[in-house]
């Protein structure tokens, strides 16, 4: 270098500090990623279907038959796993998810393996001692029996709920870009 020596404005240093500030802090920024992930994944249990858009594996007709409530919504009994999606963001990253443990099988699928094991059945004894043959719940029983139950599988497909799609990607890149945009403008 032939000692050129360059001086920036205070205009513009004001501008650098300001965009080196929202790099080194950009809690704030994860925050926003944060909303949007929780908005998008929300949406994802009214339209049943993945991050790539295809729709969720529908529930056997033998589970749906015994599910008492939102028989129609796949992931959905009492709302569990969508009410408890969450993200935790801090200036290092931002984590999201879910804190239930049966969360994982419904993303990614799988087999669970029953071993065998006794299990109390209730039944409805009726006046003429005779025993009905539909199970009841103990409140309602004034019958009982012990019976082995063998060992099974249940395979469960995968739904997966959590993820984002390149659309999706591309807004949190617009979400960042805006972040540093305004960071350097203050």
């Not at 999606?85 to 699928?109: K, M, P, S, W």
Request: cysteine-free; proline content about 3%.
């Amino acid at each position: 270098m032939a000692g050129v020596k360059v001086s920036v404005t205070s205009d513009v240093e004001a501008r650098l500090q300001g965009l080196v500030a929202g790099i080194e802090h950009p809690k704030p920024m994860f925050a926003l990623m944060n909303e949007y992930l929780g908005k998008i994944t929300r949406a994802r249990f009214k339209t049943q279907t993945a991050p790539d858009g295809t729709p969720w594996q529908e529930l056997s007709a033998k589970y749906k038959a015994r599910k008492k409530k939102n028989k129609n919504r796949i992931l959905t009994l009492n709302n569990y796993l969508g009410g408890t999606l969450r993200g935790v963001e801090d200036d290092q990253g931002l984590e999201f998810g879910t804190n239930r443990v049966y969360a994982a099988i419904h993303q990614l699928g799988g087999v669970i393996k029953k071993k065998t094991r006794r299990s109390e059945v209730y039944f409805r004894q009726r006046a003429d001692g005779s025993v009905g043959n539909r199970f009841v719940k103990k409140n309602r029983s004034n019958f009982a029996q012990s019976v082995n139950v063998g060992e099974h599988t249940i395979k469960i497909p995968a739904r997966e709920f959590l993820g984002t799609n390149d659309q999706q990607n591309q807004h949190l890149v617009k979400i960042a870009t805006r972040f540093l945009k305004k960071a350097s403008e203050k």
